[in-house]
């Protein structure tokens, strides 16, 4: 029988067979195309012919098709819906993987190739974004160690295959850890929570087939729980859960595998003769320097610090007016923020939540996007990996864009946070027929689904990302779409979420779940109103974990990460009742992969120019201006990683923003 996964698919939109892939079938196809993709490697690096931008960067570009689809779907599957032969897989493909990467850039003839079309540059006539293209084939094969030779490049070899396996590894101890805690709750403990979190435990005490209703370290259920239980004691035991993942001892531990880490990223760049891990991955970033991201993230830090220990001041009165003495913890933190919330702005996230239903916050996402750009979303019937998976056929002017999946509910094979990714890229050589693109996301069930309001943000945010996917139009896969700087990637998806913030759209959109009443104006004056609210207390868990993921890779490996991560919020001081939003042993987007390693701080990075690029908006004709949406379009969306991000955001705005958009969105400013 054929291999789905090796076979044509010929399935609407040319969309993988979900239907007809087993567990079974990805090994195999796996290994042929791998040693598939291994010969388009080969033969491209054996060519007598003399190289040409087409017979050697086209012809990359081209290679391992097989290898792409048959991963796309794999990883597609791994992340969201894995299982022990999922997970048994990845540990087999990881390392792999790597070493067929280290073969392509430990391929000399192939560098050689590259190298001759470096030099002859001037002389190729190439178009800007063929140079664009061969100045980044040759770049990422120079930092990959195309030009070590012998014992050094045998060790980076040996580095980055054990990287692969260890970022595997981490990943798959955070979602055993995730998984394998619950917290029963009897009907005294869910008195005075308020339905929705009652119905969401409810929903997870049935997927794991318990008598009654459960917390789960799900964000979606936890969170809640920790704003509104009242049980003090039980908030405790929730939140220790929470901040111990990969840190429980035993075989799911992740403090060596960070440990480790580290020391290997630090080999990897002196071996390519940097200074540290973060002078390496920064050099190819709009910040450049550990000094600028240090700089930017300390002149959030500050003033957020100060916010935060004011508001510490009255959450802690708060407390002791309700018989309790002592500091305020952080397992304390969300219940009176919330209570001060409605106390302040008449605001109760119990009374919100109705009004935003996942369906319709789903319909709102897509009628900005139709609004701003002219996409139109219509639901299709195709197999996906999931019962819970929906996809829908984009359009502009009946012309086919894209294929858009959502994934939106928390379930225990489904790792933790949100994301999006292609499963197939945007390409006009060879001619493809349009991106795939899926949004992931953990929001808790319910009849119907409710969000809070950050789970609003989280899904605009996600399907800023897919736009970024879908609405790309240049000509090689490997500058479309999310293929830019790592810190100009957050500037679509952030600038997104301030759609969500348009009165207009609240007032179409946020419908009541029972009534279908829309918000009244004077909730969604204190919705608007409070946006800023508990912003110290986000902020600084936000900068602190930055702060950490730089300081690990600036200088030398920390012996001991734990000691370090400790070091460094004892010298920002950082508030005792605040915790790191994601703290070594459990901060994937560090340690599962290079993504955000010495990164993190690319959401603020981001966050500087989203602010003033919606401001450009409001300036205009406000936040559906047609002409700044076009530009938007044209010279962001629309171009991927094509010319640098601060060139394309030059060409946006006119100027480069400072952080003052960023401190008064936040709420910060003096």
Known sequence: MTNP???????????????????????PAFEAALSAARADIQAIADD????????????????????DNVLSVFFSVAGADSNEKRQELQRVFSPKLAAYSSEIYGNKALFARIEKLWDARESLGLDDEQARVLMLTHRGFRRAGAALEGAADRRMREIRTRLAELGTAFTQNLLADEAGWHMPLSDDDIEGLPEFVVAAAHAAGKEKVADGPVITLSRSLIVPFLQFSPRRDLREKAFAAWVARGA???????????TEILALREERAKLLGYQSFADFKLETEMAKTPAAVRKLLMDVWDPAKAKAEADADVLTKMMQQDGINGPLEPWDWRYYAEKRRKAEHDLDEAELKPYLQLERMIEASFACANRLFGLEFKPIEVPLYHPDCRAWEVTREGAHVAVFIGDYFARASKRSGAWCSAMRGQAKFPKVQGPVVINVCNFAKGEPALL???????????????????????????????SVARD??????????????VPEVLAEFATHAETGEPMPNAMLDKVLGAATFDMGFQTVEYVASALVDLAFHEGVAPEDPMAGQADVLREIGMPHAITMRHATPHFAHVFSGDGYSSGYYSYMWSEVMDADAFAAFEEAGGPFDPEKAKALEENILSTGGSREAEELYLAFRGRMPGIEALLRGRGLAA
């Open 48 to 67: 007598p012919a003399d190289p040409t931008f087409a017979n050697t960067i086209e012809a990359l570009e081209v290679a391992g098709k097989s290898l």
């Open 488 to 501: 100009f990637v957050e500037l679509p998806s952030q600038l997104y979420e301030h759609w969500l913030e």
């Open 5 to 27: 996964l090796l076979s044509e698919w010929n399935t609407p939109f040319e969309i993988a067979p979900f239907d007809l892939i087993s567990d079974q079938d990805f090994e």
């Open 452 to 482: 809070s309001y950050d789970d609003a943000r989280t899904l605009f945010h996600e399907f800023g990302h897919a736009l970024h996917q879908m609405l790309s139009d240049v000509t090689y896969e490997s500058i479309s779409g999310t």
């Open 248 to 258: 429980n001892g035993g075989e799911t531990d992740n403090r060596k595998i960070a």
